[in-house]
């Protein structure tokens, strides 16, 4: 890509760390405590319709889920939020229409949603069946895993919200 020889990339890296720590800021730090335990308290109520499936002896006692070999609280950090920043981050410092833009934050909403409820899942499955790997899959595999997952999501959204709708305008104006 050409795009990115020159001053581009470091463009990119500092539009992306200003707009990481202003909504790290405005999104964490600063945001109202309603809206933070609002959101905690979803994760925690969608996860539990979710895990209910599995095991209906599951509790659900504000943003605890109660397991039978362990409870699993529901944080801020849980929320997939951070993911949302890094992905909001890269979509905003990448050059791209302000449509394609908002089509990312879209994308990206539902799509870091959809990965974070796997990886609640995921964990809720060790806390049922494989307690003894609960802490290696929280801390070390969906670490990992969830960053990979982000970056992906953002090469899908270049490669279908940005260049091909580049490339589409590009052969309307060859045409005229």
């Given at each position: ?30 945001a109202p405590d309603f809206l933070t335990t ?5 994760t925690a109520k969608i996860l539990h319709v ?65 990965i974070n409820m796997g990886r609640l899942l ?55």
């Amino acid at each position: 890509m050409k795009k990115y020889g020159g001053k581009k990339p470091l463009t990119f890296a500092g539009i992306f760390v200003l707009v990481a720590a202003v909504e790290y800021l405005v999104f964490y730090h600063f945001a109202p405590d309603f809206l933070t335990t609002g959101l905690i308290e979803l994760t925690a109520k969608i996860l539990h319709v979710i895990v209910s499936v599995l095991d209906s002896s599951i509790l659900l006692m504000g943003e605890r889920l109660r397991f039978p070999k362990m409870d699993l609280i529901i944080i801020y950090e849980c929320t997939g939020g951070f993911a949302m920043f890094i992905f909001s981050a890269c979509v905003i410092a990448y050059p791209s229409s302000i449509a394609s833009k908002i089509w990312g934050h879209v994308f990206g909403v539902i799509g870091v949603f959809i990965i974070n409820m796997g990886r609640l899942l995921v964990l809720s499955l060790s806390a049922l069946y494989a307690r003894n790997l609960f802490d290696f899959i929280h801390k070390y595999l969906w670490q990992a895993t969830f960053i990979i997952l982000v970056l992906l999501m953002w090469f899908i959204w270049i490669n279908v919200f940005v260049e091909k709708k580049k490339s589409a305008k590009s052969k309307n104006d060859k045409k005229k």
